[in-house]
């Protein structure tokens, strides 16, 4: 299993930036595919973005599509999520999720398919 620690959340006014950083630790992090979920106040966990373990597919829930990219570093463990153009119904709790894959080209959407969860971090973003 990979141990995953997410940070780079905070409080940002609408308009905004930030990046997510999704640290790794454990052997498998190259060859596990990646994704960020979110999950705002009294709703269920939804799909943000998912990477292969090559970063050579991406995938992206259509309310992100042209504001979010994810992106991978294998040499630093890390999976990052950058988000732009931040609007107040981005405010969730952000969620790294990593599976083992066997394909390079494979990314995964489905909640039930990540086997290695962090423990979120706080995405606010005011109006």
């Known amino acids: 299993q990979v141990q995953l620690v997410e940070s780079g959340g905070g409080l940002v006014q609408a308009g905004g930036s930030l990046r997510l950083s999704c640290a790794a630790s454990?052997?498998?992090?190259?060859?596990?595919?990646m994704g960020w979920f979110r999950q705002a106040p009294g709703k269920g966990r939804e799909f943000v973005a998912g990477?292969?373990?090559?970063?050579?597919?991406?995938d992206y829930a259509d309310f992100v599509k042209g504001r979010f990219t994810i992106s991978r570093d294998n040499t630093k463990n890390t999976v990052y999520l950058q988000m732009n153009d931040l609007k107040p119904e981005d405010t969730a709790v952000y969620y790294c999720a990593a599976r083992p894959a066997y394909r390079s080209g494979t990314y995964y959407v489905r909640e039930d398919e990540y086997s290695s969860w962090g423990q979120g971090t706080q995405v606010t973003v005011s109006s």
């Open positions: 990477i292969s373990y090559s970063g050579g597919s991406t």
């Open positions: 454990g052997r498998t992090f190259n060859s596990a595919a």
